[in-house]
């Protein structure tokens, strides 16, 4: 239903980070806001590519848009508020994200997908693998 892609570049986004103290609460969560600066700029260009995914509607939330990893080490996806209305508007129900990191830039795939026939359900698969997790 939607496939985003994204590139960050480490030390520009820390720079960026170091300047304007207020964007980190901007863009990340308090669980991603622990991370080490590669990883900060992984999730940052997975949120990017998730927007893209979902056609860049406006009025997202960086923070509706939650990167973790599962068990094995997997990123995973987790939406709430803004990022899950969107993507329940348009049905989408799993996404798939894949994040890696080489000469300094970060390069984020998304694939949302899900049946344009469930659109405007918010009560989608849970939180399991890369599941559509929503929160309100």
């Not at 094995?72 to 990191?101: D, F, M, N, Q, Y």
Request: glycine content about 14%.
């Amino acid at each position: 239903m939607g496939i985003g892609v994204d590139v960050a570049d480490i030390s520009r986004l820390q720079v960026a980070l170091d300047r304007s103290p207020g964007m980190m609460d901007r863009l990340f969560t308090e669980s991603e806001q622990a991370l080490p600066p590669g990883s900060l700029a992984g999730c940052f260009a997975a949120k990017e590519a998730v927007a893209k995914a979902l056609g860049a509607p406006p009025g997202l939330h960086w923070t509706d848009a939650i990167v973790g990893r599962d068990p094995g080490g997997r990123p995973v996806l987790e939406t709430r508020g803004t990022v899950a209305a969107a993507a329940a508007r348009l049905g989408i129900t799993r996404w798939h994200v894949s994040i890696s990191h080489d000469a300094g830039i970060c390069v984020a795939m998304v694939v949302a997908e899900g049946d344009p026939g469930q659109a405007g359900n918010r009560d989608q698969a849970g939180p399991a693998g890369g599941e559509l997790a929503s929160r309100s």
